[in-house]
């Protein structure tokens, strides 16, 4: 058998723990690197190379010269003549060395008199510039650049010509190269100015190059970029047949008619090749053409969040007995639908949608979020419960779309910016061409919370939008997040399949029962706040208690907006604001609060109490049963305990003593207020009167040690793998203590530390650097492996505590391969 790579640049022990399809979430004992428009083969004649190294960087703007005479006023307006920064005779020696993906803000002090929804980070304008060089063998090959994500606005210069401006800081930039490129020992220049003082959203946008760059080499004649359409349906045939129309663009930079066979192939490398079909396509010099194939299954593995089950389909071009080009899409085969009056149903059996919006930020690192960060966060929201993440309110990176392929996620990809004319319609088409594959994706939304939802431009601008979607993809719903309008006689909600409702629980049976024939689901609820860590509110230090308590004006809180959307069958599901906590966005509160207070979880997805309604009210077949606060109060203080438990009756025990047996409350939770006096506080959970499960909570004594837990248990060497490391203070018995708040300084060898954080919504402290104060008993530091095997070594030391150290493998794994730049 031909045991092909899914991904080229994937590490060699994570292809051995199984790649070959059909792909588990759980095969994957590294992140896998997500490489540009689907994955390049072994085989394949494809280069992707990774354009993360080289850049050099200088924070603030560079002014143009001025042009006073006519020969320099003339020579600027010219092709390959930009001035200052952009010119490729610029001497940018003395700017800093960077690595990508980068987000500068991330690097800035929280200020009082910056952006409060930018989290008092100050943004600006900033230049990156790298030298390339391309070989005579590239000569005649189609190079294009791939900018994955730049924040906010961009210019973009190649050897002194200008060739792409980017209006939007969350959609990708291709550019083609091969005009402009020089080969052999000259460099090739590199551009971008970007400013970032540009802002798109009411949240922390980072800034900069914050996603990956890449070079791809293709032959001239090739597949061009997202141009393989590849989404398993079931056939008219029977319900255990399953067809898949492929669907593949081709691009020919070429000067000659390209005369090629296109053939697509379905891949299962436990069985081998399950299908093949091809066809013949005449490209024309600097044209394009389209042609269709379509693959037959039979009886596949199901999709789902259960089972994320994934095939591959590779497509390559052949001229004669030459392969062109060739890629491989990944792929899974479900149904979906949504019923008006029973909900969403996935491969015909119906799902409540367990959902949180996330932003694409994380502590200590922005929104330049490594790939393993990103599955720390999907393991954290699997733990939850959650079966359903919708991103807010944006195009997200490729490597996180790829992550909820493999672990099970049902999305909802939302569009940026509601706007109906031609660079914003590109910004829509663009962002479902590259995703439509991906089978996580049920739902695109075109936008969230727009003043014109209720008026006929409004209903105008999303029957354009809706258009531009169905012209790509009929596969999935189109749908709107409306926080008004439900009402109104003609709306959004008219040019919609599925209508989302923002928060307005008291109009879900008003508008359902108006249109009982529209699907409906919560696209977002809840904004309640949290401090992790807090049970006594006290507004005057920015602290909001953990007993669910106190929600937004607008929202409600977590026990109440699961019970709106449970107790009525004909709402898909909900989707919680929010899984994480994220930058900016601090309300209630204003400076020094700097990031957000509406999270499941921290910034650096340590558990709030919500966690753990959340798991009561979402998990079904496992008993959960959970215990909050603290057990460290003063000797008098009366205290309020909270069980959270999916469990039939729970009882909570004072240093062994019942405090009361209470039916479990799966939608409100179960409270009693008792005296405290240190000890213990015991919760026991009963399941047809036989007891299942409990859980304890201890006093602890004064802090002694610190302690150092990895996320893995290794890390590859491909020269980009991370993981967060939880901080905690331990007592002499190695319990956590929940109240530290000490100061940690950080060494490490065989790695790089690129970012601190704690969970503090009120901390001024750097997210860079070696130091960081514990929050509550926790801060989280990042580590990052190079691209050499060994040991990756990190050493934690407080004053007056025992210090900590971790080891952690770095395992051999294949690099990236990396575009040739300037050292």
Known sequence: ???????????????????????????????????????????????????????????????????????????????????????????????????????????????????????????????????????????????????????????????????????????????????????????????????????????????????????????????????????????????????????????????????????????????????????????????????????????????SPADPQLYRVETYILDGDRTLDRVATVCGFRTERFDAQKGFFLNDTPIKLKGVCLHQDHAGVGTAVPDGVIDFRLRKLKELGCNAIRFSHNAQNKALMDACDRHGFLVMAENRNFNASPDYLAQLEWLVRRDRNHPSIILWSVFNEEPMQATEQGYEMVRRMSAVVKALDTTRPVTAAMNGGLDAPLSVAHAVDVVGINYQQDKYDLFHTAHPDIPVSSSEDTSAFMTRGEYITNKDKHIMASYDDEAAPWGETHRAAWKAVAEREYIAGQFVWTGFDYHGEPTPFTFPSNSSYFGIMDLCGFEKAAFYIHQAQWIDDTPVLALVPHWNWTSGDTVRVMACTNLDEVELLVNGKSAGRQAGNRFDMNYWTVPYSPGHIEARGYRKGKRVKAVRVETTGPATALRLIADRKSLAATGIDAQPVRVEVVDAKGRPVPLAHDRVTFEIDGGAIIGLGNGDPTSLEPEKGNMRSLFNGLAQVIVQAGDKAGTLRLRATAPGLKAADLIIPVTAARPLASQVTKA
């Open 1 to 303: 058998m031909n045991r092909r790579e899914l991904f080229k640049t994937i590490s060699a022990a994570a292809f051995v723990a199984g790649v070959s399809g059909p792909v588990s979430s759980q095969a994957f004992a590294q992140p896998v690197p997500s490489v540009p428009d689907t994955h390049a083969t072994t085989d394949s004649p494809r280069e992707v190379l990774s354009l993360n190294t080289g850049w050099r960087f200088h924070m603030g703007d560079i002014a143009m010269p001025l042009l006073v005479t006519h020969d320099d006023t003339y020579n600027a307006a010219k092709a390959g003549r930009a001035l200052g920064a952009a010119s490729p005779a610029y001497d940018d020696a003395g700017w800093e060395r960077i690595t990508l993906p980068h987000d500068f803000a991330s690097f800035q002090p929280i200020v009082a008199d910056a952006n409060v929804d930018q989290g008092y980070r100050k943004r600006g304008i900033a230049w990156y510039r790298n030298h390339l060089k391309f070989t005579p063998a590239d000569k005649g090959r189609h190079i294009e650049l791939q900018l994955d994500g730049i924040a906010t606005f961009a210019t973009i210069w190649f050897n002194g010509t200008l060739v792409a401006r980017n209006w939007s800081g969350y959609n990708s930039t291709y550019i083609d190269l091969t005009p402009y490129a020089t080969y052999g020992d000259d460099w090739n220049v590199l551009v971008v100015r970007v400013d970032a003082d540009a802002m798109e959203g009411w949240w922390y946008e980072g800034a900069g190059i914050y996603r990956d760059a890449w070079i791809v080499k293709r032959d001239a004649l090739h597949i061009a970029t997202d141009g393989v359409f590849a989404h398993p349906v079931p056939s008219p045939d029977g319900p255990a047949d399953w067809k898949i129309p492929v669907e593949v663009t081709l691009n020919n930079a070429g000067k000659t008619l390209g005369q090629v066979t296109v053939v697509s192939e379905l891949w299962d490398d436990t069985v081998g090749l399950l299908a093949q079909d091809k066809v013949t396509a005449a490209v024309s010099p600097l044209g394009q053409a389209v042609v269709h194939v379509t693959l037959h299954h039979n009886r596949p593995r199901l999709w």
